[in-house]
């Protein structure tokens, strides 16, 4: 119904020829040029043409940001209010507490402790303390906090970060090893990359002509 009712007003605008009185010709005229402006920036993706060569190369060049960081982490919770204990009786620490905790954990790092070593003391996540601190793997294009993110890969392999607040936890952070994704996992991301390198070109050049 709301489709034909669209019809029949459009049917009456064009019999009574608004499509050629101002403001309906200006506004008809300005919505044509976006469409067709916008179609002519489509064709022209369409037309770029990338050589398999060029991709590969790229990759060759930029590994390294093509790469997943594998990490381990130390975990250590506080509660939302001070002193409050479970139904087990098991007590947790306060924000204060934990985070005291946590940068006394990083000073025994820097002095030269073992990281698995403190997250077999110290650390509460049960799913990386049994495998020893592994928390996974991280690359850029991963849907993760940005701060987290740039504090991680801005590691190098063998560092860790100071005490970084999550709710209801801090988190200490280990560069454990670099892994290299295969080109095949990154291709699409390197030719959309590309492309969009190509139509930033054209459209700088098409702005300089102008």
């Not at 690359?139 to 701060?147: R, T």
Request: proline share 3%.
């Amino acid at each position: 119904k709301q489709y034909a009712m669209l019809l029949r007003l459009s049917k009456m605008g064009e019999e009574e020829k608004l499509d050629q009185k101002p403001p309906y010709i200006d506004i008809l005229r300005a919505g044509r040029m976006q469409v067709m402006a916008q179609a002519a920036i489509s064709e022209q993706y369409l037309k770029v043409i990338l050589q398999p060569s060029e991709g590969e190369q790229y990759y060759n060049e930029h590994k390294a940001e093509y790469s997943k960081l594998k990490v381990k982490a130390i975990y250590i919770p506080f509660a939302s209010k001070n002193s409050v204990s479970s139904a087990n009786g098991k007590k947790y620490h306060t924000e204060d507490e934990a985070h005291a905790t946590a940068l006394n954990i990083v000073s025994k790092i820097h002095a030269g402790a073992d990281f698995v070593d403190m997250v077999k003391q110290y650390s509460e996540d049960e799913a990386s303390k049994k495998n020893n601190g592994d928390w996974g793997d991280i690359n850029a294009s991963d849907n993760l906090p940005d701060d987290f993110k740039k504090a991680v890969l801005a590691l190098k392999v063998g560092q860790i970060t100071d005490p970084m607040r999550r709710t209801g936890g801090y988190y200490i952070f280990k560069a454990d090893s670099l892994l290299a994704r295969p080109y095949s996992e990154v291709r699409d991301e390197i030719d959309r990359l590309l492309r969009e390198a190509r139509m930033r070109q054209w459209m700088d050049k098409l702005q300089q002509s102008i």
